[in-house]
C-alpha cells in the first residue's frame, strides 16, 4: 500500500509539471502573438509599424513590473490558488484585444496579459520546487524554459494558419478559449492532493551557507541577465538583421541557422540542469557555458566562414546561452522556502533587464554609424554587437566570483 500511494503521488506530481509547462508555452504563445498579425492589427486599429512595435512591447513591461508582485503574491498564498487566476488574466487580455478597436483598448489587453503571464515561470518552479526532490529542480527548470520556446515555436506556427483561416479576433478568441480550458484543468489538478515532498531543504541549505545570501544571489541575476541577454537580444531581434547582411544570397538559409539556435538554447537549458542535478558542480557549469558562448560569439562576429559552418556556431552558441537556467538553480539552492517565489521572481526579472537596455543600445549604435554611410554593412552590426562580446565577459567573471552552496540531497 505505501508504494502505491507513493506511485500515486509521482504521477499527480508529473501531472502538476506537465499542466505547468502547458502555462510557460501558452504565455509565450502570446506573448510572441502580434508578430503573427503585424498587418492585420495595422489595419484594424489604424496604428503604422512603430504602433504595432510599441503594442508587442507593452507586455514585457507589464511583466516586469509584475514580477515581484507576483513572487510576493505566490509565496503568501501559494500557486494553487493563483495560477488559474493568472492564466485567466491571460485569457482576459486576449479577450480584450480581440474587441479592441482603437490602440490603447488593445494596449490595455497587452498589460493584462503581462500581468497573468508574470506568474508563470515563478509558479511552475515553486510547484516543482514543491512536489519533487531538490536534485530534480534543475532538469525541471530546463524543461519548463523548453515548453516557453515551444510557445514561441507555436505563436509562429500555429497561429499565423489559425489567422489566414479565421482572421486576428477569432483567433484570438480561440486563444482565450483555450486559456480558460487550460485554467479549468490547472485547478483541478494543481488544487488538490499533498505535495510529494515538503519544500524545507532550502531552509536547512540557506543555514548552512558559509557565505552571504544576498551576494550569490545578485552574482546569479548578473548571470542570468548577461547569458539571457544572447536570447533576448541577439536571438530575438539582431541575430537575423545581421545574419541576412552578412549572407545577403542565402537569406532564408541564414534564417534557418537561427532557428537551430532557438532549437539550441532550449536543449542547452534542459541539458545544462540535468548536469547540474547529476555532478552538483554548478559553478563549474556556469564558467563552461559562459566561456562556450563567449568564444563562439566572437567566432561569429569576427571570423568570415561558410554558411553551413555559421549554422554550427550559432547551434552551439545557442547552446551554451542555454545554460542560464543554472542561475535559478544556484538561486534555489540558498533561498529560504518561504522567499523562494520572491528569489525567483528577482531572477526571472533580471534576465529581461538585458533586452531592455541592450535592444535599444545596438540600434542607436547603427544608426549612428548610418549617418555617414547610407546602408549597413558587415563591419556596422561588428561594432554594435560588440557590447554582447563584453556580457559574456561579464558572466565569465561573474560565474568565477560564485561559490556552489551545499550540495543537494541526492536523490
Known amino acids: 500500500m505505501p508504494n502505491q500511494v507513493t506511485s500515486c503521488c509521482q504521477m499527480r506530481a508529473h501531472l502538476i509539471a506537465f499542466v505547468a509547462a502547458l502555462f510557460c508555452g501558452y504565455q509565450v504563445y502570446m506573448q510572441a502573438s502580434p508578430g503573427s498579425m503585424v498587418n492585420d492589427l495595422m489595419s484594424s486599429l489604424r496604428i503604422e509599424l512603430a504602433g504595432v512595435g510599441f503594442l508587442a512591447s507593452c507586455l514585457s513591461y507589464s511583466y516586469l513590473l509584475f514580477q515581484m508582485p507576483a513572487g ?15 492564466i485567466l488574466s491571460v485569457a482576459a487580455g486576449s479577450l480584450l484585444m480581440a474587441f479592441a478597436e482603437t490602440l490603447w483598448q488593445a494596449v490595455l489587453g497587452r498589460v493584462v496579459m503581462g500581468a497573468g503571464s508574470a506568474f508563470a515561470i515563478v509558479g511552475s518552479f515553486l510547484l516543482a520546487s514543491e512536489w519533487y526532490a531538490a536534485c530534480w529542480f534543475p532538469l525541471l527548470v530546463g524543461l519548463f524554459e523548453m515548453a516557453g520556446m ?12 489559425m489567422v489566414d483561416v479565421f482572421g486576428w479576433r477569432t483567433g484570438m478568441i480561440m486563444n482565450a478559449v483555450a486559456g480558460v480550458v487550460l485554467a479549468i484543468t490547472v485547478f483541478i489538478v494543481v488544487c488538490s492532493g499533498k505535495p510529494l515532498t515538503i ?13 552571504p545570501i544576498f551576494r550569490i544571489l545578485l552574482l546569479n541575476a548578473l548571470y542570468g541577465l548577461c547569458m539571457f541577454g544572447m536570447v533576448n537580444v541577439f536571438a530575438m531581434l539582431w541575430g537575423l538583421p545581421f545574419l541576412k547582411t552578412l549572407y545577403p544570397d542565402n537569406q532564408s538559409a541564414a534564417g534557418m541557422g537561427l532557428a537551430c539556435m532557438y532549437l539550441c538554447i532550449a536543449l542547452g537549458a534542459v541539458c545544462s540542469g540535468w548536469l547540474a542535478g547529476v555532478v552538483n558542480q554548478c559553478r563549474t557549469l556556469m564558467m ?3 566561456f562556450v558562448a563567449l568564444n563562439c560569439l566572437t567566432i561569429i562576429l569576427y571570423v568570415p566562414m561558410p554558411l553551413f559552418i555559421m549554422v554550427l556556431m550559432l547551434s552551439l552558441f545557442g547552446f551554451a546561452s542555454g545554460f542560464y537556467s543554472l542561475a535559478f538553480f544556484q538561486s534555489r539552492q540558498i533561498a529560504p522556502s518561504r522567499k523562494l517565489g520572491q528569489v525567483m521572481a528577482a531572477i526571472n526579472g533580471s534576465m529581461l533587464i538585458a533586452g531592455i537596455l541592450f535592444q535599444p543600445l545596438i540600434g542607436w549604435l547603427l544608426d549612428q554609424q548610418l549617418l555617414s554611410d547610407q546602408k549597413l554593412s558587415v563591419v556596422h552590426f561588428q561594432i554594435a554587437l560588440s557590447p554582447l562580446v563584453f556580457l559574456l565577459l561579464l558572466a565569465l567573471l561573474v560565474a568565477g566570483l560564485s561559490r556552489d552552496p551545499l550540495s543537494v540531497r541526492s536523490c
Open 72 to 86: 510576493h503574491l505566490l509565496d503568501r498564498f501559494g500557486c494553487k490558488q493563483l495560477l488559474p487566476l493568472a
Open 199 to 211: 519544500p524545507d531543504d532550502a531552509d536547512e541549505i540557506s543555514n548552512a551557507v558559509q557565505h
Open 288 to 290: 563552461v557555458g559562459a
Open 150 to 161: 515551444a510557445g514561441g515555436v507555436g505563436a509562429t506556427t500555429i497561429l499565423p494558419a
